[in-house]
Nanobody, 125 residues
Framework: VQLQASGGGSVQPGESLTLSCAAS????????IGWFRQAPGKEREAVAC????????YYPDFAKDRFTVSRGKAKNTIDLRIDNLTPEDTAVYYC???????????????????WGQGTLVTVSS
């Protein structure tokens, strides 16, 4: 079971960015997949989770307006689109899963057991 996040980079405020999480060793038809981020000096926080058995999504309140999690165009991928980026979005973004957890809400609150490596997003002018 492996996850690999990609798509990070340096962007200017107001721009959009799409991150991709590629899953291998399992299929995206049951477990929830989540996106989390960790800013410098802060704890890791959930930004979006998706249940792959029914495509139900969960977002914490701060992420409901600008973050969108969805199945990627590539097979076995889950994307995170971030719109209207601000410097406060600067963080390392991780994707994670728990093969025994199908609920997007639960994954975002109880945290994954399997993590991919992070991808850095830097927002500055």
């Amino acid at each position: 079971v492996q996850l690999q996040a990609s798509g990070g980079g340096s962007v200017q405020p107001g721009e959009s960015l799409t991150l991709s999480c590629a899953a291998s060793g399992f299929t995206l038809n049951r477990p929830a997949i989540g996106w989390f981020r960790q800013a410098p000096g802060k704890e890791r926080e959930a930004v979006a989770c998706l249940s792959t058995n029914n495509d139900i999504t969960y977002y914490p309140d701060f992420a409901k307006d600008r973050f969108t999690v969805s199945r990627g165009k590539a097979k076995n991928t889950i994307d995170l689109r971030i719109d209207n980026l601000t410097p406060e979005d600067t963080a390392v973004y991780y994707c994670g899963t728990d093969l025994g957890q199908a609920s997007s809400y639960a994954l975002c609150h109880r945290r994954p057991t399997t993590w991919g490596q992070g991808t850095l997003v830097t927002v500055s002018s």
